[in-house]
């Protein structure tokens, strides 16, 4: 089989596109391969089109594509290189910046809950008590506000939160993803597993109604 009768596609597994971009091309969602000439012509090729009633997440899977490659190009063998779906991801026009005073709120909430969350931790396990016992233990004296265990103490939780999150502010201490990334980044993956498995779905309710 010569080149110019086939194509490789290889569909990008997430893909992003304005509000405003009503209609998603085959280039816009997979990388093609084929001879030059059926290349130009395939990239160019109309997968979708979005209608008003289009929610901001959108699967776009092997069978759509092939279907309007068909009509197009009837006797070209299309071969898929990797997964055969792709979510399309619709992004606003104009994003909202966030309120600085909900910002300080919310801020406040996370302050105020972690440190009561330390000071049950500590009230739970005791602290206070071992912290003397520790410095009765080094010193030989008892100590009911041992300071110099407790300031450094209390300097360490920060210093490990930092490291911990592995970020200063918006500088980061390495190229290793924090804890919380990794969690927003399962979650995230959760949210298109979810996606691509209704879609396919609500696909197969529709032609079997169809039939």
Do not use: C
């Amino acid at each position: 089989m010569s080149m110019s009768n086939q194509a490789f596609l290889r569909l990008r597994t997430k893909v992003k596109i304005n509000q405003d971009v009503s209609q998603i091309f085959l280039e816009d969602v997979a990388q093609v391969v084929a001879s030059e000439d059926v290349e130009k012509k395939l990239k160019r090729t109309l997968i979708y089109v979005r209608n008003e009633g289009d929610g901001n997440l959108l699967v776009i899977d092997a069978i759509r594509i092939i279907r309007s490659i068909g009509e197009k190009f009837p006797n070209l063998t299309i071969q898929f290189i990797g997964s055969e779906e792709t979510l399309v991801e619709v992004e606003a026009t104009h994003k909202k910046s966030a309120s600085k005073l909900l910002l300080i709120l919310v801020w406040m909430i996370l302050f105020i809950g972690s440190g009561l969350a330390i000071m049950n931790f500590h009230t739970d396990v005791s602290m206070a008590e071992v912290h003397q016992r520790i410095f009765y233990l080094l010193t030989g004296e008892h100590n009911n506000h041992p300071y110099l265990l407790q300031i450094p103490y209390s300097i360490g939780i920060g210093i490990g939160m930092i490291v911990f999150f592995n970020q200063i502010f918006r500088k980061r201490l390495n190229e290793e993803p924090s804890p919380l990334e990794l969690e927003m980044y399962l979650y995230q993956e959760n949210i298109e597993k979810y996606a691509k498995a209704y879609e396919n779905k609500e696909n197969r309710r529709g032609e079997h109604e169809f039939r």
